[in-house]
């Protein structure tokens, strides 16, 4: 079964740090681009990171830009956000996805259920 | 950044209706538009890719239209199960972005 499942998350204090976990099973992991996406509580979708199969490119929205940093570990079949500088604005459901570009046009397919990341003192 | 513009933000409808949501970029995105619906407490699921895809799994009820700027979701039949919160996605850009969303509860 194709599965991604997103650890990492808690309470943490503004400007603390905090290490998303994404392990993945069920296919080739190296094979995809990965994304974190994430969801403030009664809010929408929003798009943090993604990163090529080799790790050779990574993209970040603004808001996130200097302070978090995403990676993978092909041979763990795993994928990171790493958050520093946290804000209260960074509260929210953070969920891992797979990101299907093997065709002509990008989508992710396939999603966690995601992990909690609260920022409050 | 390109801006992601659906409407309505939300919308009451019965069982059996038939829904469209509309989805705008702010400049032309060819047909890099995805679909996605969520349901409270649980993560979005892919309906449509590349504008007019149906996902695999996903019920032939729903459908998509559009190029360029312009973009719709239609299901031709509502069912109980459809009423959620749905998001576009634009992956023309490598900073990818999502709609605000549009709320679809029931009559």
Redesign the interface.
């Given at each position: 079964e194709v599965q991604l499942v997103e650890s990492g998350g808690g309470l943490v204090q503004p400007g603390g740090s905090l290490r998303l976990s994404c392990a993945a099973s069920g296919f080739t992991f190296s094979s995809y681009w990965m994304?974190w996406?994430r969801q403030a509580p009664g809010k929408?979708?929003?798009?943090v990171a993604?990163i090529k199969q080799d790790g050779s490119e990574k993209?970040?929205?603004?808001s996130v830009k200097g302070r978090f940093t995403i990676s993978r570990d092909n041979a763990k079949n795993s994928l990171y956000l790493q958050m520093n500088s946290l804000r209260a604005e960074d509260t929210a459901v953070y969920?891992c996805a797979r990101e299907?570009r093997g065709?002509?046009?990008?989508?992710?397919?396939v999603?966690?259920?995601?992990t909690t990341v609260t920022v409050s003192s | 950044?390109i801006q992601m513009t659906q409407s309505p933000s939300s919308l009451s409808a019965s069982v059996g209706d038939r829904v469209t949501i509309t989805c705008r970029a702010s400049q032309s995105i060819s047909?890099?538009l995805?679909w996605?619906q969520?349901k409270p407490g649980?993560?979005?699921?892919?309906l449509i890719?590349?504008a007019s895809?149906l996902?695999s799994g996903v019920p032939s009820r729903f459908s998509g239209s559009g190029s360029g700027t312009d973009f719709t979701l239609t299901i031709s039949s509502l069912q109980p199960e459809d009423f959620a919160?749905y998001?576009c996605?634009q992956?023309y850009s490598?900073?990818?972005?999502?709609?605000?969303?549009t709320k679809l509860e029931i009559k």
């Open positions: 994304s996406v929408g979708l929003e798009w993604n993209y970040y929205v603004d969920y299907e065709g002509y046009y990008y989508y992710m397919d999603w966690g259920k995601g | 950044d047909s890099y995805n996605y969520q649980k993560a979005p699921k892919l890719y590349a895809s996902q919160t998001y996605q992956s490598t900073r990818e972005t999502f709609g605000q969303g």
